[in-house]
């Protein structure tokens, strides 16, 4: 049990206010133990509006316990397509806008594939904990697509094998063998810089592979690789393509196009910052070998 003392300087302030900054955790957060019964303040239970008051003896209950799944009964309840559902998997369209998973409890009550699978589904494997219930991989919050989330134990370990097959490929050629292949589709600003990249380029599918530098604290710049398949539709000013991804790091497509002068719309982060259009990435084509040794391909 946590147990300290308030002095004077949060005197007046709401006690959800106080904790959720001396925590990293939402007001929310506490509101969901303080209705538990899990806040004291000298020795009695409070209400979230609580004023606290100079030389208040505050006491918490153990936050780990309420870092479960119940957490996520905050979760939005969303609508997301299901594109196709088997006893061990589905495979989801995710919408733009929709997270992944929340990256801590602050983002809870934002809508998220993982919000949408515990209200839709229940007592999903994780590789991690609750919050990434179900998930095997992800897609950026402004990316849409296809996405494969695990119903049972017996497909995450199979999904696990073919994904460290492909990572421990020493090769390009030992990557594209593998039975795990991720396409996506991007839109791209076509700037001067681009044009010269596409007449350099001559011929497709032209592989990009060079170091990634994620705009991410703490990042680590290492070689991945993306495949660019064929060009779908070239305009004055735009170009779209079909993208293999060999490799799969955070930003790693729209880093490698930005590099070259080709922007992804709607990508404030690697193209303008003033962009508002809807970031014209995605994941559109999953092709895998499933737990029936039966080869899978899902398009949108």
Not at 8 to 15: H, L, M, N, T, V
Not at 160 to 186: C, G, P, V, W
Not at 210 to 225: F, R
Request: charged share 30%.
């Amino acid at each position: 049990m946590t147990i300290y003392e308030e002095t004077g300087a949060s005197e007046g302030k709401r006690i959800d206010t106080r904790l959720s900054k001396q925590f990293s955790y939402s007001r929310n957060f506490f509101h969901h133990i303080i209705s538990r019964w899990g806040v004291k303040v000298n020795n009695k239970i409070v209400k979230k509006s609580y004023q606290l008051k100079n030389n208040d003896n505050i006491e918490i209950d153990d936050i780990q316990r309420y870092l479960s799944p119940v957490i996520l009964d905050e979760a939005p309840k969303i609508h997301i397509p299901v594109i196709l559902e088997k006893d061990d998997y589905l495979i989801i369209n995710k919408p733009k806008g929709v997270l992944s998973h929340p990256k801590t409890v602050r983002e809870v009550h934002e809508p998220s594939v993982v919000g949408f699978l515990y209200h839709t589904y229940k007592n999903l494997p994780t590789i991690w904990n609750f919050i990434r219930a179900g998930l095997l991989h992800r897609l950026d919050k402004n990316t849409d697509g296809l996405m494969i989330i695990a119903k049972t134990e017996k497909w995450l370990e199979h999904f696990k094998k073919l994904f460290q097959a492909k990572s421990e490929s020493k090769n390009i050629d030992d990557k594209e063998q593998t039975e795990l292949k991720k396409f996506y589709r991007a839109t791209a600003h076509l700037t001067s810089e681009g044009e010269k990249f596409i007449e350099w380029i001559h011929e497709l599918p032209y592989t990009i592979q060079e170091p990634v530098i994620a705009k991410l604290p703490h990042t680590i710049s290492k070689i991945w690789i993306t495949k660019i398949m064929e060009i779908v539709e070239k305009t004055e000013k735009t170009i779209t393509f079909n993208l293999e991804i060999l490799t799969g790091r955070t930003h790693q497509i729209r880093y490698h196009l930005s590099h070259h002068g080709l922007p992804i719309v709607g990508d404030y982060l690697y193209g303008d910052a003033k962009e508002t259009e809807p970031m014209q990435l995605t994941a559109y084509k999953l092709i895998f070998r499933d737990t029936d040794n039966e080869i899978i391909t899902v398009e949108i």
